[in-house]
């Protein structure tokens, strides 16, 4: 009696299926898979599964054939990728023995862009620096960003002057009669679509505007008396008049 000994492990692993991938963020991708199995051929020995290797191009209509690794695991996260960026994957199985499956299906993933951390420019451009100004003005600034401008808002001694602006050429009006007289501090607040925010230099300016005329008369005067009446004088008295700057004198009439 005698007992032969099985041939060498000649059959590749079944091929990986359901290969997944999934973006992390802007430089990783992971990828999972279904584990492949070593078949029992009737007189071979079975190895069993030893790794998986993985396979990887740039696009999305590439072949994967530059191996990128190999694992014994079922997944995988590939990172220090470049963001914005397709990467297709495919995945084969070798057992023991070195044998290897054919590639699996192709499964493709595009990394998210990166987040923008550029924050805009913004400049004030009317009115100038150290210039004097009265009445209604017209506050200007233009503003830039890498990606997209949100918004422009105008401030007068750090308080905002008028609504913000989303739309360019930013500008506002801002009435100088609110403010006293004197030098004044006018800044802009620019801010991205991702909330990136610039303040532009400070310009300042002096406000220079005329008290308003006074077109009202002051009250007439009351309760005129006369007292203390010789031949020739006479002591005159009333109540006092008011007025909203203020009266400078009286007129007596005879």
């Given at each position: 009696t005698f007992t032969t000994q099985a041939s060498p492990d000649t059959t590749a692993p079944t091929v990986p299926t359901?290969?997944?991938t999934s973006v992390v963020g802007?430089?990783?991708i992971n990828l999972s898979w279904t584990a492949s199995t070593?078949?029992?051929?009737?007189?071979?020995?079975?190895?069993g599964v030893s790794?998986?290797?993985?396979?990887?191009?740039?696009?999305?209509?590439?072949?994967?054939?530059?191996?990128?690794?190999?694992?014994?695991?079922?997944?995988?996260?590939?990172?220090?990728?470049?963001?914005?960026?397709?990467?297709t994957?495919?995945?084969?199985?070798?057992?023991?023995?070195?044998?290897?499956?054919?590639?699996?299906?192709?499964?493709?993933?595009?990394?998210?862009?990166?987040?923008?951390?550029?924050?805009?420019?913004?400049?004030?451009?009317?009115?100038?620096?150290?210039?004097?100004?009265?009445?209604?003005?017209n506050l200007t600034a233009t503003a830039s960003d890498n990606v997209l401008m949100s918004s422009v808002q105008f401030?007068?001694?750090?308080?905002?002057?008028?609504?913000?602006?989303?739309?360019?050429?930013?500008?506002?009006?801002?009435?100088?009669?609110?403010?006293?007289?004197?030098?004044h501090t006018i800044t802009a607040v620019a801010k991205d679509s991702s909330n990136n925010q610039t303040t532009s230099g400070t310009i300042t300016v002096t406000v220079n505007n005329a008290p308003p005329a006074d077109t009202t008369?002051?009250?007439?005067?009351?309760?005129?008396?006369?007292?203390?009446?010789?031949?020739?004088?006479?002591?005159i008295s009333w109540t006092a008049s008011t007025d909203a700057v203020g009266v400078s004198g009286y007129k007596v009439y005879r």
């Open positions: 359901g290969v997944t802007a430089s990783q070593d078949p029992t051929v009737a007189g071979q020995t079975t190895s790794t998986y290797n993985i396979y990887r191009c740039s696009g999305v209509s590439c072949t994967p054939t530059t191996l990128l690794t190999t694992t014994s695991q079922v997944s995988y996260a590939n990172t220090g990728l470049t963001s914005s960026t397709s990467y994957y495919a995945v084969s199985a070798s057992d023991v023995a070195g044998n290897t499956s054919s590639k699996s299906s192709n499964s493709t993933a595009v990394t998210s862009a990166a987040p923008d951390t550029t924050p805009p420019t913004v400049s004030i451009t009317a009115p100038t620096n150290s210039s004097t100004v009265s009445g209604t003005v401030k007068v001694d750090n308080v905002n002057v008028g609504s913000l602006d989303t739309v360019s050429p930013y500008t506002t009006s801002w009435n100088t009669s609110t403010v006293s007289n004197g030098t008369a002051p009250s007439t005067p009351t309760s005129l008396t006369a007292s203390n009446i010789t031949s020739g004088a006479a002591s």
